[in-house]
């Protein structure tokens, strides 16, 4: 049957309608297992400059299609979203994350901070209670749960979201301001609503070495998120150099792959026994 499968996949090319519905049926069927093993999660290390006992990570989710291979990430997302499986796709995200967390070790558990992307269609007012309940019994306690928000969140009801922030910090759950400068609208999230951390995309950090005008920006960025209390995340940091300015700017936390490229759970785990024992 997995024969015929790929048979019939080669003869005829999909074209993008067909693929997409082809991949929302079997998303659908792929959230209904949390443990299945085409559809899981990735961890990237995320450094902490000047915490060293700490070590961050962001969950990034990979599908293994048996016939059509990796699926773009951004597809993943935008195919729930277009299906109405965004929070279905979450609750997925969150319950995967503590399957694989459940056998770290506590010691090392608790230096851990975790980083998950938020899709659109889950911020509304029933958030922090979604994401508590999602957490309820799992070994991560909130204080360790940062949420990526990009830009894409609606921000037409500014009073709505500043509820939301309220209680999702009432349970000491983290927000990060994620691809800071790729949308219209950056300036306007830092002036109306209040983020903990901001992250420097990656677009800023791939030339920063050749291109005069780059660093102005990420010091500019970096220079008032710190003057708003905000901690700086420089995302796609690759080479050595691309960490030395980086850090002469001032970013406070580094991921890319100059540290690691995104691990397995069990590949993650190794990392960060070395590095918390380092
Ligand atoms: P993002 O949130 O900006 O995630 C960072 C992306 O940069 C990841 O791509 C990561 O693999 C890549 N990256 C990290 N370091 C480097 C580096 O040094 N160099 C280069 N060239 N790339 C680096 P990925 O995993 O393909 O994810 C792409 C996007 O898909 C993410 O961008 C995010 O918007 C979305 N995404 C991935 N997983 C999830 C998820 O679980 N939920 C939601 N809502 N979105 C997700
Ligand atoms: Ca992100
Ligand atoms: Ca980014
Ligand atoms: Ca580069």
Redesign the pocket.
């Known amino acids: 049957d997995k024969q015929l499968r790929y048979q019939v996949f080669n003869r005829f090319m999909l074209d993008h309608y067909q693929r997409k519905r082809l991949l929302a049926g079997r998303l659908q069927e792929l959230l209904a297992e949390p443990h299945n093993s085409e559809l899981y999660?990735?961890y990237?290390p995320i450094i902490d400059i000047s915490q060293p006992q700490r070590l961050g990570a962001?969950?990034?989710?990979?599908w293994n299609h048996p016939e059509l291979n990796f699926i773009?990430?951004?597809d993943?997302?935008e195919i729930a979203e277009e299906n109405g499986l965004g929070e279905k796709?979450?609750e997925w995200?969150f319950h995967r994350m503590q399957h694989d967390i459940a056998r770290f070790p506590a010691d090392t558990l608790r230096h851990l901070h975790l980083s998950?992307?938020?899709?659109s269609s889950i911020f509304n007012h029933h958030l922090a209670n979604h994401v508590c309940n999602w957490l309820q019994d799992g070994p991560l306690p909130a204080s360790q749960l940062i949420l990526?928000l990009?830009e894409n969140i609606a921000l037409e009801d500014v009073q709505l979201s500043r509820k939301i922030f309220s209680q999702l910090r009432e349970k000491q759950i983290r927000i990060t301001l994620?691809?800071f400068g790729t949308g219209w609208s950056s300036f306007s999230y830092l002036k109306d609503l209040s983020f903990d951390k901001l992250?420097i995309?990656?677009s800023f950090?791939?030339h920063l070495d050749r291109d005069k005008r780059l660093p102005l920006f990420v010091q500019a960025i970096t220079g008032l998120s710190h003057q708003l209390g905000i901690s700086v995340v420089a995302?796609?940091?690759?080479t050595e150099s691309e960490l030395s300015k980086v850090l002469e700017i001032g970013a406070n936390e580094i991921?890319?792959?100059?540290y690691s490229?995104?691990l397995s759970a069990d590949a993650f785990l190794d990392y960060a026994r070395h590095y918390l024992a380092s």
């Open positions: 999660l990735c990237q962001e969950l990034l989710i990979r773009d990430p951004p993943i997302i796709l979450s995200l998950i992307n938020l899709s990526e990009t994620d691809d992250k995309d990656k950090i791939r995302e796609g940091v690759e991921q890319g792959y100059y490229r995104p």
